[in-house]
């Protein structure tokens, strides 16, 4: 089926929803939206998301409105918060990005760097903004 096949609601509904997973990214990475579950903290819910980053490809520097708590399950690549020297990542390593916190992900390697992030971040703002 074709976009422009499309009621014009259900389109609207469809771009509104692909650019909330798209939120920060550049066009080499891609969040999957996995599951959403309120938590014990009021006004914040998680959001599990499959990460996958293209070989050289970079997130784009952006931050969440929440804590970011990830996994890596495959690949290589580096981790670049401000302030900080980057932080190389490769399969089995995990990592923490305080909510605000301005960072970037790279991929160093020559596969797709897949990563499972979990984020705890307020109801009802977008899981990730640009950053400047």
């Given at each position: ?8 609601a259900a389109l609207a509904l469809l771009l509104c929803a692909a ?12 969040r999957t939206v996995i599951e959403r579950a309120d938590v014990s ?56 990005v305080p909510a605000g916190t301005v960072h970037d992900a790279k ?26």
């Amino acid at each position: 089926m074709r976009l422009t096949s499309l009621p014009r609601a259900a389109l609207a509904l469809l771009l509104c929803a692909a650019g909330a997973v798209a939120t920060a990214q550049s066009g080499a990475i891609k969040r999957t939206v996995i599951e959403r579950a309120d938590v014990s903290v009021p006004h914040r819910e998680a959001v599990v998301a499959r990460v996958e980053l293209a070989p050289g490809g970079v997130a784009g520097r952006h931050t969440h409105p929440g804590d970011e708590i990830s996994y890596v399950l495959e690949g290589e690549g580096e981790l670049l918060i401000d302030g900080a020297a980057p932080r190389p990542l490769k399969a089995g390593d995990a990592f923490v990005v305080p909510a605000g916190t301005v960072h970037d992900a790279k991929n160093t390697g020559a596969a797709t760097l897949r990563v499972v992030g979990v984020y705890v971040v307020e109801k009802g703002k977008p899981l990730g903004s640009p950053a400047e």
